[in-house]
């Protein structure tokens, strides 16, 4: 082998390690999706697994405690009139994705804590939509189908899970029950709140523009302004 | 260093890189311990002689 394709093969190794330091360092300081991130640095070292990739967020312990200094988890299932057991579990990851975005304010928090009790029917989980029914009922009366609604928001049509999934780096459109999954829901739900402005008028404590960014009209506003007002706007 | 001697090494180079990728991927989809496809597992393989006490994060 020549000595030429030996330095090719050398400086294709350094060019990797340099993404695995990267990868590593972004792994230790905790930034796992965005710029400079352990998701960044993975597309670098491997282009092929642009689209396959099911990123998952730890939660920090840090972020754990930040997410009940507004309320405490029975402030919480007191206001949205959800179990406090499903508060407590899946609260922390949604707060924390909305603050990875950098849409965590008290506004924005208590505009998602009312959205999640309307949207999963004060359950407080990642739900599919009509869940208290089964599959067969879906494909048969939801003409979006099998693109129904999952998750905090409901996500919901093929163009969303592909808009989102692409967003998140998980392939949502031919694994759509992914949709459901804590994690990812909590990333879908902040994700749809950042890029459809719901953020912004939570932000203006607009909770009609809230609930229509959302819903598209006013279903569920009624329930909407009761948990905001019992979280103090 | 003979040409076939670097050869060698840079494939053990490449092989390693291969694992430590994988490893990152693991880490990313939160797959940290129990198998070979692991954080763990890739870890061990890497570096046999190490004794490894891996600490799971929260999701």
New interface residues.
């Given amino acids: 082998m020549s000595t030429e394709t030996h330095w090719r093969r050398i400086s294709h190794l350094d060019a990797q390690q340099a993404a695995i330091t990267g990868a590593l360092r972004a792994m230790a300081e905790g930034r796992w999706h965005g710029d400079d991130s352990v998701k960044a640095w993975l597309l670098a070292l491997d282009p092929a697994s642009a689209g396959r990739l099911v990123a998952r967020v730890p939660i920090y312990d840090r972020a754990q405690e930040d997410c009940w200094q507004c309320w405490s988890p029975g402030e919480l299932a007191r206001a949205t009139g959800c179990p406090e057991a499903s508060i407590r579990a899946n609260w922390p990851a949604i707060h924390a994705e909305l603050v990875a975005r950098g849409i965590g304010s008290r506004e924005v928090q208590a505009a998602a804590l009312g959205t999640i009790a309307v949207e999963t029917a004060r359950t407080f989980e990642p739900v599919e939509e009509a869940f208290w029914l089964d599959d067969a009922w879906r494909r048969a009366n939801l003409r979006y189908a099998p693109f129904w609604g999952r998750g905090y928001v409901q996500l919901t049509w093929d163009y969303n899970y592909r808009a989102y999934g692409e967003a998140l780096g998980v392939e949502l459109v031919n694994n759509a029950h992914l949709a459901t999954q804590p994690d990812i829901a909590a990333a879908c739900l902040a994700e749809f709140f950042d890029r459809a402005g719901v953020a912004k008028a939570a932000e203006r404590c607009e909770w009609r523009e809230v609930r229509r960014r959302v819903q598209g009209a006013d279903a569920g506003l009624n329930h909407l302004i009761e948990v905001v007002g019992r979280l103090g706007f | 260093m003979t ?1 076939d001697e ?2 060698a090494k ?1 494939d053990q ?2 092989r390693q ?1 291969a694992m ?2 994988e490893a ?2 693991a ?4 797959r940290w311990t129990g198998g070979a496809e692991t954080v763990a597992g890739y870890l061990q393989a890497l570096d046999p002689s190490r004794e490894l006490v891996p600490r799971v ?3």
Avoid: C, H, S
């Fill in positions: 040409n670097i050869d840079l180079l490449e890189q430590q990728t990152i991927r880490a990313l989809e939160g994060p929260l999701y």
